[in-house]
C-alpha cells in the first residue's frame, strides 16, 4: 500500500516538472527593476510591517493569474484574442491602447535598470547601455517562436529561468550579507498586526507595492503561455484538428457583433480538446502558485527586508533611486552587498525585457491582428520603449535614474 501512493506521488512530482516553465515566465513581471524602489522605500520607512503587503498583493495575482490560465486553456485564445473576438471594436481598440501603454511604461523600469547595472558592473554609459538593451533581447527572441514545438519553447523558458534563478540567488546572498538580530520581526511582518499599516503614508506605499506587483502585461501572457502544452497533448494523442474557420464567421452568429473584420483577420482556430484541459488545468495551477510563491514572494520580500534591516531610519533612503540603493547598500552594509544587489537588478531587468517584448507581440497580433514579420515586429516593439528613454535621458539627465 505505501509503496502503491509512493509511486504514484513520485509519477505526479514527474508531471508536474512537465509543466516546469510558465510560471517562472510570469513570476518575471513580479520582480523586475521597477519594484525595487517601491519594497526600499516601504523598508526603510516601515522596517518589516509591510511584507504583508507583498503577501496580500501576490494573492490577488495569483487569483487573475488562475483565472488566465483558465481563460486561456478553455477557449484556445490568449486575453487580447478574446478581447477582439468578443468586444465591440472601438471597445477593443481602447483596451489595446491601454495594454500597449502600460507595456511600455513597465519596459521603461526594465530598460532603465538594466542600463543603470551595466553602468554600475562595467561603466558602460547609460545612452550605450540602453541601446545595449535592444540587442541582448531582441537575440534571444529572434530564437522564440511561439508556433514552434513544445521542446522549443521549453528551451525558450529555460534561458528566462537562468536569469530568475541569478535574481533568486544573489537575494539569498544578499539577505545572508545583512546583519538580522531579530527574525520574529520578519515573520510578524507578514501578519496585519501592526495599526501602523493603516497611516497615510503606509497604506499610499502598500498601494505601491500592488500596483508593482499585479502588472497588467503578465495577465495577457499567462493566458498565452499555457497554450503550448495543451495543443503538444492533443497533438500527441491524435484530438488536433487544424481548422479553418475565420473570425468574421465566428462573430456573424454574434447578436452583438458591431466589429469591423476582413478576411484576412483570423483567429486562432485551435480549441483544445476536454481530456487536454483535464490533464493540463490543475497542474498549471499549481506550478503557478508555487512559482509565485517561491519566487515572487521571495525576491519581493528580500528587497524590503534587507531595506528595513540595512537602511531603516537612514534619511537619504525614503525617496532613493535604484542608483542610490546601490551606493547605500556598499555603504552601509558591504561592497559585495551592493555588487549583488547590481547583478539581481541585471538579471532580472534581462529576465522582464524579454517578457515585455514578447507580451508587445501577444498583444499586438491578439488585438488588432498586427500582421507584419515577427522579427520585424519585435524590433518595433523594443524601439518603442527605447526612444523614449533616449528622450529622458538627453533632457532630463537627473531624472532617468528616478523610477
Request: proline content about 4%; charged content about 15%; aromatic content about 12%.
Amino acid at each position: 500500500m505505501i509503496s502503491f501512493y509512493k509511486d504514484k506521488l513520485w509519477s505526479a512530482i514527474l508531471k508536474y516538472f512537465k509543466f516546469f516553465g510558465p510560471g517562472i515566465m510570469v513570476s518575471v513581471a513580479y520582480m523586475d527593476p521597477g519594484n525595487y524602489s517601491t519594497s526600499v522605500a516601504a523598508g526603510s520607512s516601515y522596517k518589516f510591517t509591510l511584507l504583508f503587503s507583498i503577501f496580500v498583493s501576490n494573492l490577488f495575482a495569483i487569483v487573475l493569474q488562475c483565472l488566465c490560465i483558465k481563460l486561456g486553456s478553455v477557449t484556445g485564445l490568449n486575453l487580447a484574442e478574446n478581447c477582439r473576438k468578443h468586444l465591440p471594436y472601438r471597445l477593443n481598440l481602447i483596451i489595446y491602447f491601454f495594454a500597449e501603454f502600460s507595456i511600455i511604461a513597465t519596459d521603461l523600469a526594465e530598460v532603465i535598470g538594466t542600463a543603470i547595472a551595466l553602468n554600475i558592473l562595467f561603466n558602460i554609459p547609460l545612452e550605450i547601455g540602453i541601446i545595449l538593451t535592444i540587442l541582448d533581447v531582441l537575440i534571444i527572441l529572434f530564437c522564440y517562436n511561439n508556433d514552434g514545438n513544445l521542446k522549443e519553447i521549453k528551451i525558450f523558458e529555460l534561458v528566462v529561468s537562468f536569469f530568475v534563478f541569478l535574481t533568486f540567488i544573489c537575494f539569498i546572498l544578499l539577505l545572508n550579507n545583512i546583519d538580522l538580530p531579530d527574525k520574529l520581526d520578519i515573520f510578524k511582518g507578514f501578519l496585519p498586526l501592526n495599526p501602523i499599516i493603516l497611516e497615510k503614508k503606509a497604506i499610499y506605499l502598500s498601494l505601491g507595492i500592488l500596483g508593482a506587483t499585479v502588472m497588467p502585461h503578465s495577465l495577457y501572457l499567462g493566458s498565452a503561455i499555457v497554450q503550448p502544452r495543451l495543443k503538444d497533448y492533443d497533438i500527441k494523442y491524435g484530438n488536433y484538428i487544424e481548422q479553418t474557420t475565420d473570425e468574421t464567421s465566428r462573430q456573424n452568429d454574434s447578436p452583438n457583433n458591431n466589429t469591423i473584420t476582413s478576411a484576412s483577420d483570423n483567429l486562432p482556430t485551435y480549441k483544445p480538446s476536454l481530456e487536454a484541459i483535464k490533464y493540463s488545468l490543475n497542474y498549471s495551477y499549481t506550478e503557478l502558485i508555487v512559482s509565485l510563491f517561491i519566487i515572487a514572494v521571495f525576491v519581493n520580500s528580500a528587497i524590503l527586508i534587507v531595506a528595513g534591516g540595512a537602511l531603516y531610519g537612514q534619511p537619504d533612503a525614503e525617496d532613493a533611486d535604484l542608483l542610490t540603493i546601490y551606493e547605500m547598500l556598499k555603504t552601509y552594509v558591504s561592497p559585495m552587498a551592493g555588487l549583488l544587489f547590481a547583478i539581481a537588478m541585471l538579471s532580472s531587468g534581462q529576465s522582464a525585457g524579454i517578457i515585455c517584448t514578447m507580451v508587445g507581440q501577444i498583444v499586438s497580433e491578439g488585438f488588432i491582428n498586427w500582421n507584419m514579420n515577427p522579427s520585424l515586429r519585435r524590433v518595433l516593439t523594443r524601439l518603442i520603449t527605447i526612444v523614449p528613454c533616449l528622450i529622458v535621458l538627453h533632457y532630463y539627465i537627473s531624472l532617468v535614474i528616478k523610477i
